[in-house]
């Protein structure tokens, strides 16, 4: 394409080009407009879509393509004249059309252009850095999840008692009449999970299976549906079941049937160490986030508005492409949370600026330290990517863009090279089931590897943190909670569509959400 530009310096991080587009290039935007648009246009004495070209245009007047053609060449030649003039651009150009005629058109684009900045320091930085001591808690919480995972229920023969699991039916009355949502067969109720509202589970211990009674209970003041909150109910409820938790033994068979070891002392040296591991990384991971930080905040400068909308809209897309996964538009989450888009552009905009600040610290770095990514290294990441993701290279690679990707490659190694030269203020922290207790390491007394304190045999034991036993399967689903969660966990990062990786943009936040609320009730809460 002929595309003649001349680049003019406007306001701070502003650029103007001034774009032309020869007679050729035009006219051959004209007839693409043409082809696209002929089958939509009726000419008397020709069939749709037959008409002549300077027929249509003697019809409608010369200039009736002229739009279309604009639309379809003025994105390219922007671009063209963007890469001729090696400008970094960061947002979508302001364009407006100066001149136009038959043999072509001029255009001037203001170009927002990525700033430049120098920082103070990033080598040496000074961090918390925490050096995890694994408790016998942790490890134990850790067994604790394998141990709830084997434990089955099985039928007693005796009354509930709080632990136990009893399966009931149960209808709720209000004034006399059956409530919408009040009523289920064969619910699997575990006392003490406090999963119906109060008062419900402490009634159903003591029950056998087989035996009746009516429970008699007033709604929360706060319930969320009207008809209900504060109003007494009663409860006709039949309990068909009691189940126990009968706990597997806690020894070396055990640790045959759930892992790959042999003994449970193996076992339980492994999962110590996936603890260790574990909690390095998330060490590792909050060290470099105080650094990154202590970067931005040498950031001080005014950042473009158009940037920053770009960033705030490339979160939305990626937000409202999460709420589609889910089966929720975008207009159906506003209509919900009865906010406007501009509402939650706004909770996104202090995440965008955070990212942008990032991403220039970064690049200061990369500058200063001459970071340069080879294309063997894409190649290597892509191969990585596709492997994670078990789908061909080509997939991978197919409209991949490369030169953001090794932007994002060269801050990753800019980031390390950051962590690498800083000094970290070592602190010790117990990683267990209570408060986490820090104190100041010395030099001496910092090692590189985490401390880990043997852990004792697990016998059943109680620990937080732990994930829900297996559950028998119902025979008929009970209703869910009546609060829903149905909005998006938010969003720390939004995906990058330059990295073959489904990674999230650092800094991303999503708008706050509330829990959804049902229109059948029951005794949940």
Known sequence: MNVKSVVENKEKYEVELTVEVGQAEFEAGLDQAYRKS????????FRKGKA?????????????????????????????????NNLDSVAPPQ???????????SFKAIITVRPVITLKQYKGLEADKVLPTVTDEAVNAELQQYIDRATQLEAVERAAQMGDTAV???????????????????????LGSHSFIPGFEEQVVGMSAGEEKDIDLTFPEEYHAEELAGKPVTFKVKCVEVKEKKLPEIDDEFAKDVSEFDTLAEFKEDLKQKVVERNMNNSEAKFRQSLLAMLCDQVDIELPKAMVDAQTDRFLESYAAR??????????YMQYMQMSIDQIRDDLRSSAVTQIK????????????????SDEDVDEEVK???????????????????????????????????????KPHMVEAAVGDGEIEVTEVTKDDAKDEPKAEKAPEAEGEEAEEKKPAKKTTRKKAAPKDAEAKEGEEAPKKTTRTRKPKAEK????????KTTRKKKTEKPEE
């Open 52 to 84: 002549p070209r300077k027929v249509i245009e003697g019809m409608y007047g010369a200039s009736v393509f002229y739009e279309d053609a604009i639309e379809a060449i003025y994105p390219q030649a922007c671009q063209d004249a963007i890469k001729e």
């Open 323 to 332: 709420l589609e996964q889910q089966g929720i538009t975008l207009e159906m």
């Open 168 to 190: 009931i039916d149960y209808a709720g009355y209000k004034d006399g009449a059956l409530f919408d949502g009040g009523s289920a067969q064969g619910y699997e109720l575990l």
């Open 384 to 422: 990585k990517a596709a492997a994670n993701l078990n789908v061909p290279y080509e997939r991978v690679a197919e409209g991949l863009d490369r030169d953001g990707l090794k932007a994002d490659l060269a801050r990753d190694r800019a980031m390390a090279l950051v962590a690498t030269e800083a």
């Open 505 to 512: 943009a650092e800094g991303e936040e999503a708008p706050k």
């Open 95 to 105: 364009v407006e059309i100066l001149d136009l005629g038959k043999e072509g058109f």
């Open 358 to 373: 990032q991403q220039l610290a970064l690049d200061a770095v990369v500058a200063a330290e001459n970071i340069v990514i």
């Open 38 to 45: 002929r089958g939509s246009i009726s000419v008397p004495g």
